[in-house]
């Protein structure tokens, strides 16, 4: 899925930092990362700007959460539960136990 397409649906802002850049700014997001095999299925990408995609590295979704939580920030929690809930209906059945386990993860902080 292009990054083009991923604006049109989930709105051209970063679920990390929440800020709306530029388009050449954004880039398609793993929610579970490539580095832990996460495939580029539709319901695997949000956006992200590119400094907040080198931040996160390899981590998972909560732990990323959490770290950027306890450094004073403030993560989209509500898009990355809607994008978390989207890839827990996949059918891929490791990407959506990865969600719902991270939903579980998300629920806890
Ligand atoms: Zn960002």
Do not use: K
């Amino acid at each position: 899925m292009t990054v083009d397409r991923l604006i049109g649906r989930d709105g051209g802002i970063c679920v990390w930092c929440g800020r709306a850049p530029w388009r050449a700014d954004l880039t398609a997001e793993h929610l579970l990362p490539r580095a832990r095999h996460g495939h580029g299925l539709a319901e695997n990408l949000t956006l992200a700007c590119r400094r907040c995609n080198r931040r996160r590295r390899t981590r998972s979704v909560a732990a990323y959460v959490r770290a950027q939580i306890d450094a004073g920030e403030h993560p989209r929690l509500d898009l990355l539960r809607e994008a978390l809930e989207r890839l827990s209906r996949s059918a891929s059945r490791r990407h959506a136990q990865y969600a719902r386990r991270e939903l579980q993860l998300l629920g806890r902080l």
